[in-house]
């Protein structure tokens, strides 16, 4: 049912030290940073050849990955995001493996513009898990 890795999220504290770490040390395309307020982060792309990776700091007072730095005081990974091809069909046939879809389990309209849930990480081996659908 997956399809491909669409990208690896990355909470950070300081999203212009991330980037400049993938820009300059790593050599990477990066995005501009573009406040995304709906969602409580702040996003740069950077893109590989093979998928992207998404940097997320902190936007606004209750913002998602706040507790996860609680947590993670240097940053980590956040999620993974799988690509799927329909995400109501994909999310019937998770619900009906015992998956747990977060929050109200219906798909919003993600950083890129395109449908997506997130499921439990309890569920998917401790990995927060992302599908979109592409
Ligand atoms: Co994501």
């Known amino acids: 049912m997956i399809g491909r890795l669409n990208h690896v999220a990355i909470a950070v504290r300081d999203i212009a030290k991330a980037t400049a770490i993938y820009r300059d040390t790593l050599g990477a395309s990066v995005s501009?940073?573009?406040a995304?307020?709906?969602?409580?982060?702040?996003?740069?792309?950077?893109?590989?050849?093979?998928?992207?990776?998404?940097?997320?700091?902190p936007l606004g007072a209750d913002s998602p990955i706040a507790k996860f730095l609680d947590r993670n005081p240097d940053g980590?990974?956040?999620?993974?995001?799988?690509?799927?091809?329909?995400?109501?069909?994909a999310r019937e046939r998770?619900?009906?493996?015992g998956a747990r879809v977060l929050g109200s389990g219906e798909p919003r309209i993600g950083a890129h513009g395109k449908p997506v849930l997130f499921?439990?990480?309890?569920?998917?081996?401790?990995t927060l898990v992302e599908l979109e659908q592409a």
């Open 36 to 57: 995304q307020p709906d969602h409580g982060v702040t996003t740069v792309f950077i893109t590989l050849p093979n998928t992207k990776i998404e940097l997320l700091e």
């Open 119 to 126: 499921l439990h990480p309890k569920d998917f081996s401790g």
């Open 94 to 97: 998770l619900k009906r493996e």
């Open 76 to 89: 980590g990974i956040h999620h993974i995001c799988y690509e799927v091809d329909d995400i109501l069909a």
């Open 32 to 34: 501009q940073a573009v």
